[in-house]
C-alpha cells in the first residue's frame, strides 16, 4: 500500500458503504466559518445551531485523526467539536450509541478483528465489506483512507544484507531465522498488543509458508530494536508502521506484506446512520483519498513529540490538501 500523497482529492463518485442518509436542513447561509484558534478544542461556524462532535479515544493518533474529520466537516458549515479521552474502543462505541458523539475514527481491520473475532478477511477488499456487516445496528462506516497502512511490519536492519524486501520472498530462510516479536503496548492505545502466535506465526506460516521456529518476544520497542541491532535476532515485528517511532523508524528496512498476511488496517469513520448528510459524507471521503500513512505519522510526530496543538496541526494539513 502506497505511502505517497496525492495532490487531488479523489473524484466525487467514491462510493459510500452506508445506506443512503437523509439530508440535514442547511444551516443559515449567514453562518461565518472561522478558523480553529491554536489551543481550542471546539471548530466550525460561528452562531447558534446543532454542534456534531467528534469522538477521540486515548491516544495521540486517534485525537489527531478526530480533528483532521472534525474540521473538515467545519469547512461545509457544520458547526463541529472534538471531545477527547473517551477511553477504548468500548468507550466510544458507547458514546456513540448513547449520542453522545457523531462519529469517531477507528482503523479497519482492528475493529473488525474488535467486532468479530471468526472473521478471516485479510486484504482491502474482503475487509471493508466485512467491516460494514459486522457494524452494531444503527452504526455506519464511510470511506476508508487507502493511502493508510497501520498493519504490524516486519523490519531488518538495514545494514543486515542478504534478506530479501519481500516477505513473499522469505519462506525458505524462516527457520533458519530468530524473529522478535513486539507484544508491549502499541503507541496508539487503542490497538490492541500483538499476540505472538495469532498474529504473527499463524498468519506467516498460513500466507507465506515462512514457519518460525526461533521466535523471541520483547515488552518494549526499544529492547526490540536494541536485539535487532546488536545481532541477537534478524528480522523484528512491530504492532505498526515503523514511521509511527519516536525516531521514524531510523535504521529500520520494513519487508513488504503484498498478500496481506497482516489484515488490512486502515483509517475510516464510524458513525450513527444519518448523523451527515451527504456533502459532509462527500467532505470526508475527500479527506480518506488525501490521507497517508507519511501525513498521519508526521502529524502524530508533531503533537506527541513536538508538543503541538492537535487541531493546529489538522487545520494545517487540511489546508495543504485544499480540504
Known sequence: MSGTDSSAPRALGRRVRSLRLARRPRLGSALLVVAVAAAAVACGSSGTGPVLTVGAGNSVESMMIAEIYAGALARTGLRTRVED???????????????RIALFGDVSGDLLTAL??????????????ALSKALPEGVVDSDAADGTDL?????????LDGLPSSLKDLGARCAELIIGIDTGSPLDALRAPLDPQRDVLDPL??????A????????????????????????????????????????????????????????LPVMRKSALTDQQLRKLNYVAGELTTTDLADMIHQVRDQGAVPAAVARVWLDAHAL
Request: aromatic share 4%.
Open 116 to 129: 468479530d473475532s471468526t472473521a478471516t478477511a485479510t486484504k482491502p477488499d474482503e475487509v471493508n465489506p
Open 212 to 267: 518460525i521456529t526461533h521466535p523471541v518476544t520483547f515488552d518494549t520497542d526499544a529492547d526490540l530494536r536494541k536485539a535487532l541491532s546488536d545481532g541477537e535476532i534478524q528480522l523484528a515485528v512491530l504492532p505498526g508502521p515503523p514511521a509511527f517511532l519516536p525516531d521514524g523508524g531510523a535504521g529500520l528496512a520494513p519487508l513488504a506484506d503484498p498478500d496481506y498476511a497482516f489484515r488490512a488496517a486502515m483509517v
Open 151 to 159: 498493519r504490524p511490519t516486519v523490519v531488518a536492519a538495514a545494514r
Open 85 to 99: 479521552r473517551i477511553g477504548q474502543r468500548t468507550d466510544l462505541l458507547a458514546a456513540l450509541d448513547a449520542d
Open 205 to 210: 506460516r498460513t500466507v507465506y509458508h515462512c
